[in-house]
């Protein structure tokens, strides 16, 4: 599984919006071409947006391929 198509599969299962999952710490353009696998996302970035959830980073570093 790729970074995007995680991030995709976490926002749906938290019943999330592109905007929502953004945060502000991204646009929205942005995380969705991210999900999309047309821009890579900083590690930084994604542990950011990862960590204001409350979604486990290990657990989600785990289903990359």
Known sequence: MTI?????S?????DMTQTEMAAGIVTESFYSKVERGVHAIDADVLI????????DVTRFFAQIS
């Open 48 to 55: 950011k947006i990862l960590t204001i959830h409350h979604f």
């Open 10 to 14: 976490l926002r749906l299962h938290a």
């Open 4 to 8: 995007g198509e995680a991030l995709k």
